[in-house]
């Protein structure tokens, strides 16, 4: 039996999701949960086989989720399901241990399949978007990617660095480092570029 911990912030697909999955045989689901930090709750307590989450949740992403998962050492291995074909993401994915990538308009078996061969032990990803992941590398340092984060909020400089807890200059001048990275004319073209391939 493969064990299942399911992270979708959006509970109609998450139902639909769960009931998908328990019409599978070999496959359970421990636990459903809306957002990230519930994720990461959950595989702690339930320790499954697989996590299954969306990238962009509230709380933390299902990326950091996995990049936790991987920092702990823990044998859950993650699989994403997302909207997002992009690059970056991917890229992302892979860099925090990822094993699957897959587009929520996959038909369900693929998702089951794609199970099955992580549960085993090997990976399963969309292979035209693994060879577009090695493409254009994303520029941005942690930091720019978290303050550019926080411009895609609608915070203002001055509530960012008061959120990060650095100085208003410095956020200025991660925004002035992203913004010349990214070819952008303002702070918020940096944020969309940067949310368009994929890169926060």
């Known amino acids: 039996?493969?064990?299942?911990?399911l992270a979708e912030d959006q509970t109609m697909l998450r139902s639909a999701l769960v009931s998908l999955l328990a019409m599978e045989k070999d496959i359970e689901v421990l636990a459903a949960v809306a957002d990230g930090n519930e994720a990461w709750q959950a595989v702690q307590q339930q320790r499954p086989?697989?996590?299954?989450?969306?990238?962009?949740?509230?709380g933390m992403s299902g990326i950091e989720v996995a990049a936790r998962i991987r920092d702990r050492s823990l044998e859950t291995r993650?699989?994403?399901?997302?909207?997002?074909a992009r690059a970056g993401y991917l890229r992302r994915a892979l860099e925090a241990g990822v094993r699957g990538y897959l587009l929520k308009d996959?038909?369900?078996?693929?998702?089951?399949?794609?199970?099955?061969?992580v549960h085993g032990g090997g990976r399963a990803i969309d292979p035209e978007l693994a060879l577009?992941?090695?493409?254009?590398?994303?520029?941005?340092?942690?930091?720019?990617?978290?303050?550019?984060?926080?411009?895609?909020?609608g915070l203002s400089n001055r509530d960012?660095?008061?959120?990060?807890?650095?100085?208003?200059?410095?956020?200025?001048?991660?925004?002035?480092?992203?913004?010349?990275?990214?070819?952008a004319t303002s702070r918020i073209e940096a944020w969309r570029t940067a949310h368009q391939k994929g890169w926060l």
């Open 78 to 84: 993650t699989v994403i399901i997302t909207t997002f």
């Open 49 to 58: 086989d697989v996590l299954v989450t969306d990238i962009e949740m509230p």
């Open 106 to 117: 996959a038909p369900t078996e693929q998702l089951a399949a794609a199970l099955r061969t």
């Open 1 to 5: 039996m493969i064990t299942i911990v």
């Open 160 to 183: 960012i660095a008061k959120r990060l807890n650095l100085a208003a200059g410095t956020v200025r001048n991660y925004l002035s480092e992203a913004m010349s990275k990214l070819d």
């Open 132 to 153: 577009e992941a090695w493409g254009e590398a994303d520029p941005l340092t942690d930091r720019e990617r978290q303050v550019l984060r926080l411009v895609g909020e």
